[in-house]
């Protein structure tokens, strides 16, 4: 009887010690997917931003018929397009994770 009572003491120490360690990295992991996911909520928030600014420059007429003035606008419309499509993209990534939860 005494062997037992010392084998369960030594298991609840160890299963009390094992549950410290786990909940210890549950919150730590935790926290940090708090903080990533405010980085890339601020990161979403100044690529609209940009994607805004970028599409009122697009708007205004130009009147100048120059090669390379053409060719910026068109550069700067590709990236316009870019940045729409990596919002797209981590916002999709966003709403996966969100819908496993």
Known sequence: MNEV????IAVACFLFLWAIFA???CIRFARALLNITDSIEGA???LDDRYASISRI???P???DSNEVKQV???IGTSRNAILQVASM????EEVTDGDI
């Not at 009572?5 to 369960?8: E, K």
């Not at 981590?90 to 990534?93: C, D, H, L, R, Y």
């Open 44 to 46: 979403l928030d100044i």
């Open 73 to 75: 606008l068109a550069d």
């Open 62 to 64: 130009i009147f100048y």
């Open 90 to 93: 981590v916002g999709q990534i």
């Open 23 to 25: 909940t210890y990295y």
């Open 5 to 8: 009572f010392v084998a369960v």
């Open 58 to 60: 697009l708007q205004i």
